[in-house]
């Protein structure tokens, strides 16, 4: 019985960008090329890496094979091998992510470029692939020829190439995946029953927008989209000024601690509805997005859904006992991404709202442990001022008097990984050091302060003690 496959195009989706700078680097240290640079080359490249495959660029692509005419093939691997350990570097890091979700359903992944295979095979043995479907150059006395052996990979060649492959290895190509950045490609993604632009072309996009194909964007997680290769959070986040705010006085300190690049794991108290803009506000003080873990209820609603699907966020269906946002949040990390988590899961209610100790669930440790990123405590305090569980809509009215919010951003947490509840316990430590010292005295509240720890229209004793106590997600 065949089997579907994933067929990926090498630049521009795969890489960040084009292949053939590292690639004429590695040829010139082997030796096959000269020392000299052709004039305008770097002018060449840099186009492509904004508009994609152009005519005349493919042009002098096939012309490629004459010139290598002569060329010792045994070189021309080595310096493939040479520019693989770079190219890796320039892969994308959520098609490491994307791969491996294939991989782990039973597919073949099979790496389908222009680029002369002996060029790219190192590459693609790296990456873990299982295959190459790319053009090959004639041979004669382990010498090139001058010639294409086969067909050119490139538009109606590559879907042929990729066809003669799947006959070969059973694959079925009306049941396979295809992921391509070029309109050229266009022929192999309509031969495959799942298509997949993948930082599109301009007349890719408007096609895969016609035909309703998904476009995706491999330097962030799926489902985000980008506008001008920048995606919605990034776009918001250049208005994200505290003075901006009304009704609200911002206090923060220590952003220089949550890291400028490379993964992270945010985790902040919950004291209201604002808390996820108040992280927001001072996360946006880094440049750097990052993807919220937050309940089904807030992507199912109505337009809010959709926002939050496009910044990033991660469903959680709590009491299912799933571990796919777990998994989800690791991805992001694993692809350099920031996380941020409220391990308190919910806003406590009544007079657990006011306990000095803070209790909180096992995700956030559950992840470190998975992945290793560091765990960055924040402490958020005034928020529930703000927007208070007991109101529909936050209080943002206050001109004259605004609400003092303030967040505090600590050093890693120290974990052990060997106990969920131990690390849990660290974490919430953590986050209480960063409160002011009112947060840690035991009082009572009154009756207008416990009132407004619950939810608008709640009918029962609001004296009463939160009766769910936070433990395994």
Do not use: C
């Not at 359903?105 to 099979?110: D, F, L, T, Y």
């Not at 765990?375 to 958020?380: A, E, R, S, T, W």
Request: glycine fraction near 10%; avoid cysteine.
């Amino acid at each position: 019985m065949a089997e579907a496959a994933a067929f990926f195009d090498l630049d521009r989706t795969l890489l960040r960008g084009a292949s053939g700078p590292v690639l004429s680097e590695a040829l010139r240290a082997v030796g096959v090329l000269p020392d000299r640079r052709v004039p305008g080359e770097g002018l060449v490249y840099r186009i492509f890496d904004v508009v994609g495959e152009t005519l005349p660029a493919m042009f002098i692509t096939r012309q490629m094979a004459r010139v290598a005419g002569g060329w010792d093939r045994e070189a021309v691997r080595e310096a493939g091998r040479k520019a693989a350990a770079r190219l890796m570097e320039d892969v994308q890091p959520f098609a490491h992510v994307l791969v491996d979700q294939h991989h782990q359903a039973g597919r073949r992944v099979v790496l389908a470029t222009t680029t002369p295979f002996d060029m790219v095979e190192p590459l693609a043995d790296a990456l873990g692939f299982d295959g190459v479907v790319a053009t090959r150059y004639g041979e004669r006395d382990g010498a090139y020829d001058g010639t294409i052996d086969g067909t050119f990979v490139w538009g109606p060649g590559k879907l042929a190439a990729v066809r003669e492959y799947a006959s070969d290895h059973g694959i079925d190509l009306a049941a396979s995946w295809a992921y391509s950045d070029s309109i050229y490609d266009l022929p192999l993604l309509a031969a495959v029953r799942h298509p997949v632009a993948v930082n599109p072309d301009p007349r890719l996009a408007a096609l895969a927008l016609l035909r309703r194909w998904p476009q995706q964007f491999l330097d962030v997680p799926a489902g985000i989209p980008k506008v001008a290769g920048v995606e919605p959070q990034q776009i918001m986040q250049a208005f994200a000024r505290p003075e901006l705010v009304p009704g609200v006085r911002f206090d923060i300190e220590g952003t220089e601690r949550i890291p400028r690049k490379g993964p992270a794991i945010l985790v902040g108290n919950h004291r209201s509805y604002f808390d996820p803009l108040a992280m927001g506000m001072a996360i946006a003080q880094t440049g750097r997005p990052v993807r919220f873990l937050g309940k089904k209820e807030v992507f199912d609603a109505p337009v809010v859904g959709a926002m939050a699907t496009a910044m990033g966020g991660i469903r959680v269906e709590r009491g299912t006992g799933s571990d796919e946002p777990l998994q989800a949040a690791a991805d992001a990390l694993e692809g350099g991404q920031m996380v941020a988590i409220m391990p308190q899961g919910t806003i406590p209610r009544g007079r657990a709202f006011f306990e000095p100790e803070l209790k909180g669930r096992w995700g956030a440790a559950r992840l470190a442990a998975m992945t290793k990123a560091p765990v960055i405590p924040i402490g958020l305090w005034g928020t529930e001022k703000v927007w208070p569980r007991s109101a529909r809509f936050p209080n943002l009215l206050a001109l004259t008097d605004r609400h003092p919010v303030r967040i505090r951003v600590g050093d890693p947490v120290e974990l052990k990984y060997r106990s969920p509840d131990a690390d849990t316990r660290r974490i919430m430590e953590a986050i209480v050091d960063l409160l002011p010292r009112e947060a840690r005295q035991r009082r009572d509240p009154t009756p207008e302060e416990l009132a407004r720890t619950f939810p608008p229209g709640y009918k029962g004793d609001p004296d009463a003690e939160d009766s769910r106590r936070p433990g395994r997600d």
